[in-house]
């Protein structure tokens, strides 16, 4: 089945870092790949999206690149804030009637002064 | 801004309880889905539905029901709930266009004491 694996956690960078979370998928066909935040006390927000091969999604200084030869979509950011501080959730649908969604199991980025 | 509220942040009941967790969105989503969080384990469906009345096992159903009464409101049912249903679960919604772009709840954490 589908699976989506991401870099464990914590993350701990200081403001305006470089950040770069890894994730690489397995799926068959071509899914839609998506990056989900959680801030503390909140549910899960879209951050980003990319739906084809080579698509760049990107949103608050956030981007991802759909990489279909490395199965892969990782989250970069230049300059990292300590607002940033959250988890972080790569995902992607298949492209099946229902769409279903498969979450990795989320990096946390804590941002420090 | 689509709204996705439930019903309590937090929430304590016994071994063996009857719980009602509520879910509420205000943009006529005709999608809803129920996930659990746990550490280490990301996200996990436990039931989704994809209209008034429909519903579908996720990965996780057992233990669980739920009822989609209006288009609005998706119930989670855990008809005697277990210790090891202490988890945060978090309700979802979503258009049939963009199923997997969802919007979602703060969450309610409930522990089963």
Redo the contacts between chains.
Sequence with gaps: GDSVTQMEGPVTLSEEAFLTINCTYTATGYPSLFWYVQYPGEGLQLLLKATKADDKGSNKGFEATYRKETTSFHLEKGSVQVSDSAVYFCALSDQGGYQKVTFGTGTKLQVIP | DVK?TQSSRYLVKRTGEKVFLECVQDMDHENMFWYRQDP????R?IY?S?DVKMK?KGDIPEGYSVSREKKERFSLILESASTNQTSMY?C?SSTTRD?????????TRLTVT
Excluded at chain 2, 40 to 43: A, M
Excluded at chain 2, 99 to 107: C, I, L
């Design positions: 996705v280490g384990l990301g996200l469906l989704f994809y579908e978090l979802a199923r997997a772009e969802q919007y979602f709840g703060p969450g």
